[in-house]
């Protein structure tokens, strides 16, 4: 079963501006993860926050958490073409940190 | 970066074949590998998990005779689907780890049953 469920399930915004991306998720965790997948491959790791972390950037990133909310938000600054991909948030559960979970994916279209 | 390789990338065959796909991870010892299923526009369905020199851990619907999995080694797990039909295609992605890494992908493969 899925774990996380992303919002919004698709997003269109202007190169230059910030996409939002929101994950919320049902059971304890370790930790969640967003991955980025690109038409057709792969998905590539862009960010684990710990349950005990509440904000983590990394370059253009910023990664919240709320573990009493049990969601997640990802914020992509100053977007760009090449940011046109899937995203995922990936959930660990607690004493399953070997099994991770995918929510539904958020598909980002920056529009040129 | 750790790197996985997942071989081949597209494979078309036809119905009651079956279809081996293997994935490697190149540069590190992988203590667990996964596979996954992802239907056009929709999320990565896990379908088992696998750990070097034992059985892989099914997912509750995932047919464990349909999708065969082989984790012989620390660096390759492969994934068999029998007696393939139009309905088994799909996107297949594996994912390998170690105890404390994320997950690492491999590029997918696109199978089409004919």
């Known amino acids: 079963s899925q774990q996380g469920e992303e919002d919004p399930q698709a997003l269109s915004i202007q190169e230059g501006e910030n996409a939002t991306m929101n994950c919320s998720y049902k059971?304890?965790?370790?930790?969640l993860q967003w991955y980025r997948q690109n038409s057709g491959r792969g998905l590539v790791h862009l960010i684990l926050?710990?349950?005990?972390?509440r904000e983590k950037h990394s370059g253009r990133l910023r990664v919240t958490l709320d573990t009493s909310k049990k969601s997640s938000s990802l914020l992509i600054t100053a977007s760009r073409a090449a940011d046109t991909a899937s995203y995922f948030c990936?959930?660990?559960?607690?004493?399953?940190?070997?099994?991770?979970?995918f929510g539904k994916g958020t598909r980002l279209h920056i529009l040129p | 970066g750790a790197v996985v390789s997942q071989h081949p990338s597209r494979v078309i065959c036809k119905s009651g074949t079956s279809v081996k796909i293997e994935c490697r991870s190149l540069?590190?010892?992988?203590?667990?590998m996964f596979w996954y299923r992802q239907f056009p526009k929709q999320s990565l369905m896990l379908m088992a998990t696998?750990?070097?020199?034992?059985?892989?851990?099914?997912e509750q619907g995932v047919e464990k005779d349909k999708f065969l999995i082989n984790h012989a080694s620390l660096t390759l797990s492969t994934l068999t689907v029998t007696s393939a039909h139009p309905e088994d295609s799909s996107f297949y992605i594996c994912?390998?780890?170690?105890?404390?890494?994320?997950?690492?992908f491999g590029n997918g493969t696109r199978l089409t049953v004919t």
């Open positions: 994912s390998a780890k170690t105890l404390a890494s994320p997950l690492h």
């Open positions: 059971t304890s965790i370790n930790n």
């Open positions: 926050i710990r349950s005990n972390e």
């Open positions: 990936a959930t660990a559960q607690m004493n399953r940190d070997d099994k991770i979970i």
């Open positions: 540069d590190f010892q992988a203590t667990t």
């Open positions: 696998s750990n070097e020199g034992s059985k892989a851990t099914y």
